[in-house]
């Protein structure tokens, strides 16, 4: 277990420091789903402030989707007692996904409806930076899933600066496998 969490945090450095992904001063809103990429994602950028001597901010931030379990009684417990910063927000956007009236893909308007409230909050926190917790396996299957069904060859990128470079969306865990 050791060398897997000395192995994450040389990787994740090695990625925010060859991307730029972080520097001094910046304020960080740091998306939190509660699974194991974005929980590791927040405890190891919280590490990083304590052993680098670049000073940086972080706020988790949990959006409950509505589907009826209570995920943001749960990450609320977990961010007080792991004496986090945070925001949680309850919405309904799960079930709004989901209604009839929705003729887009669910998954795809839940995406784009939890993204643009974590744009809104970083503005209101004064976060010019969104960590997301996407690992190299996340870009690999994007790029095949926009090669297969998109019609396009992308992925998502390291770093995408957005609104002509005011807010960027970093994924400082790029170049981890998920398997590690």
Do not use: W
Not at 27 to 36: D, I, P, Q, Y
Not at 50 to 55: E, F, L, S, V
Not at 120 to 138: R, T, V
């Amino acid at each position: 277990m050791a060398f897997v969490h000395k192995e994450m945090k040389r990787l994740m450095g090695k990625a925010i420091h060859s991307k730029g992904m972080i520097e001094d001063g910046d304020r960080v809103l740091v998306g939190v789903s509660g699974g194991k990429d974005s929980l590791s994602l927040l405890y190891l950028l919280r590490e990083r402030i304590k052993r680098i001597p670049i000073d940086y901010h972080i706020t988790a931030v949990h959006v409950d989707p509505g589907f009826g379990v209570d995920s943001a009684g749960k990450m609320e417990d977990f961010f007080r007692e792991n004496d986090f910063e945070y925001r949680v927000f309850r919405t309904d956007i799960g079930i709004r996904a989901h209604s009839k009236e929705n003729r887009e893909n669910p998954c795809f308007l839940c995406s784009r409806l939890r993204r643009k409230l974590l744009f809104e909050l970083a503005d209101e926190l004064n976060c010019g930076k969104i960590a997301l917790g996407h690992h190299k396996d996340d870009l690999i299957e994007t790029f095949f899933l926009n090669m297969f069904f998109g019609a396009s060859l992308s992925t998502m990128l390291p770093v995408q600066e957005l609104f002509q470079g005011k807010l960027a969306i970093i994924r400082p865990l790029y170049l981890i496998d998920e398997d590690l």
